[in-house]
């Protein structure tokens, strides 16, 4: 069993899951926070400046730890999809998805078939040639999971046969995107939780979202909720370095007070 398809094995069974997003184009990012015991991470190019080539070494470094990479695409045009597959991903996360025509499309994109992904047997995806053909196109299939994100009006009233779409192997819920679409400017809002609990119950598939770091997950799994993104590298750097910078300006005070 490859790291992808043992991520894929967890996710779809709903077992707990922590990842973090990244936001920095630097494989030694992947490196460090894959060390920091993170069952995934997710690379955000849809928010952050990440290209072909970039996306290719953090997946390189994320094989070396072992670390399953998800990609949170920009667009699910097939250049996209098939690039970041390619390149050996984990998945990939889909923004504003809103039907289950729209997911139905996603999940033919991800899989090799008629109308689907395209087969490339030197990629990396497919061990440089060294998997033969119809090895690949049937372990493909356990290697890449497919998560939809839910944050717009009519995703959220479609959520249910979004996750029943076959292929769809998550939810995933973007409280801020969801909040800003229904005219809330708090995406801990009581309409917004309301709104979250209810997809996250979705037994169709997975469920998971994105929490700020001091969020208690206890709640939300009990809710139903599995895959867990906590922050961003950037947040957790700029967090653990404000915490330092406050409990070192004690000794501006008190020099005893640093222990």
């Not at 470094?61 to 390619?86: F, K, M, Q, Y």
């Not at 990629?123 to 090895?135: E, I």
């Not at 939780?193 to 209810?198: F, G, R």
């Amino acid at each position: 069993m490859t790291v992808n398809s043992e991520f894929k094995k967890k996710l779809i069974a709903k077992e707990p899951l922590l990842g973090t997003f990244i936001k920095t184009p630097h494989p030694i990012i992947i490196e460090i926070m894959a060390n920091a015991g993170f069952d995934f991470l997710v690379l955000d190019a849809e928010h952050a400046p990440f290209d072909r080539t970039t996306i290719d070494m953090m997946i390189i470094a994320g094989r070396a730890e072992n670390c399953p990479i998800i990609v949170r695409v920009p667009n699910s045009t097939p250049e996209w999809v098939l690039n970041v597959l390619d390149a050996g991903a984990a998945g990939i996360m889909v923004p504003h998805v809103e039907t289950a025509v729209q997911a139905q499309k996603l999940a033919q994109s991800v899989t090799y078939g008629p109308g689907g992904r395209g087969f490339a047997g030197t990629s990396r995806a497919a061990d440089y040639a060294r998997r033969p053909l119809v090895d690949h196109l049937e372990e493909a299939r356990d290697e890449v999971s497919l998560i939809c994100q839910i944050e717009d009006p009519q995703g959220v009233i479609n959520h249910a046969d979004i996750a029943a779409v076959d292929g769809v192997d998550a939810l995933f819920i973007g409280r801020a995107d969801l909040a800003v679409s229904h005219g809330y400017t708090d995406f801990f809002a009581p309409e917004v939780a309301e709104m979250t609990l209810d997809i996250l119950s979705s037994t169709s598939a997975a469920t998971g979202l994105y929490c700020p770091p001091t969020e208690p997950l206890g709640p939300l799994r009990a809710a139903g909720g599995s895959m867990f993104v906590v922050g961003s590298e950037h947040l957790l750097m700029s967090s653990g370095g404000v915490a330092l910078s406050e409990k070192f300006n004690t000794l501006r005070t008190n020099k005893n007070t640093l222990k």
